[in-house]
């Protein structure tokens, strides 16, 4: 069983900057899509940033040129690099693996908070 840990998330003011990390199990960021979604009370769950595992990026249009999404050597460890935070990027976040091809992968981690003050 794949399992998913973020860490990173945390209190940080506006403007500032956090590094989030998903550490799976094994590699499977080389075959499969990496996602970072995010949700607060209340609203769906929303797509933030995803890599594909040929190393493709999108991103949502309210974090695009301020977040980037990467990927260890090993393919293993997800990264969503924040900056520029601002206070309505305060949510849960969590980070997601997933079958390209709509196969029985998908994979969830339990989700850390980020708080940005302003």
């Known amino acids: 069983q794949v399992q998913l840990v973020e860490s990173g998330g945390g209190l940080v003011q506006a403007g500032g900057s956090l590094r989030l990390s998903c550490a799976a199990s094994g590699s499977i960021f080389s075959t499969n899509t990496g996602n970072w979604y995010r949700q607060v009370p209340g609203k769906q769950r929303e797509l933030v940033a995803s890599?594909?595992?040929?190393?493709?990026?999108d991103f949502g249009d309210s974090v695009k040129g301020r977040f980037a999404i990467f990927r260890s050597s090993t393919k293993n460890t997800l990264y969503l690099q924040m900056n520029s935070l601002k206070p309505e990027d305060t949510a849960v976040y969590y980070c997601?693996?997933?079958?390209?091809?709509?196969?029985?992968?998908?994979?969830w981690g339990q989700g850390t908070q980020v708080t940005v003050s302003s």
């Open positions: 997601n693996a997933r079958d390209p091809s709509g196969g029985r992968d998908d994979y």
């Open positions: 890599i594909t595992a040929n190393g493709w990026t």
